[in-house]
Structure formats: C-alpha cells, structure tokens
C-alpha cells in the first residue's frame, strides 16, 4: 500500500510560518508579510515572484527558462539577505518538485496530486 502526501490547503491559502494562521495568498503579495495583525511576519524573499516559480515547475517548463527567471528576479534584488532566502526557498521548492515528480514515475502518487 502506497502512502500519498497531499496538500493541506489549496493554492490559494498558506500558513504562516509565524503565527500559523492560514491566510490569503493575495494578501501576502500585497505587502510581502502576513496580515494577521497580531503577527505581521514579514517574508524575507519575494512572496509573489515564489509563487511564479512554483507555476514554472508545476507547468514543466525548462530548466534553462527556470534558471533565467530567478536570475531576473535576482536581478531586481538589492538586499543579500534577501537573495540568499530567494535562492534557499528556490532550492527547496526544485527539491519538492523533483521527489514529487519521481513518486509519480515510480507509482507512488497519482498524476492529479497536487504539488
């Protein structure tokens, strides 16, 4: 018997990783911090441009478009703190994607599990 991961929330809600709150994506981009009042958890990377990266890898795009993406979004950053947050949640969402993608081929999880 095979065990599926599946997704807590739809895409358009997450947890804060501060007060775990689930809260409104579109609330999130707006400000780049969680609108919980009490918490105010501000995102050290580009909340918005992390989710464009998960569409990237959902649609299969290639490596190569992946790569000149988080160049540009690089690019745009000036605070080193925040490219380096950019690239380690980047890096973890390549890793999610690539066992995600591997549990599939192996029979593991069924194609319409959400990443």
């Not at 707006?30 to 580009?46: A, D, I, M, R």
């Not at 000149?68 to 690239?87: M, P, S």
């Not at 192996?106 to 959400?114: A, D, E, H, M």
Request: charged content about 25%.
């Amino acid at each position: 018997m095979s065990i599926k991961k599946l997704r807590p929330f739809p895409s358009l809600w997450t947890k804060c990783p501060k007060c775990q709150e689930i809260v409104y994506i579109k609330e999130i981009e707006k400000t780049n911090k969680c609108p919980n009042e009490s918490c105010g958890h501000v995102y050290l990377y580009p909340f918005a441009k992390m989710l464009k990266v998960r569409k990237l890898l959902q649609s299969g795009t290639t490596w190569g478009e992946l790569g000149r993406f988080v160049l540009e979004i690089l690019d745009t950053i000036d605070d080193r703190n925040q490219k380096i947050a950019f690239l380690s949640k980047t890096h973890g969402l390549m890793i999610e994607w690539f066992e995600w993608s591997q549990m599939i081929k192996k029979g593991k999880l069924s194609p319409g599990v959400p990443l």
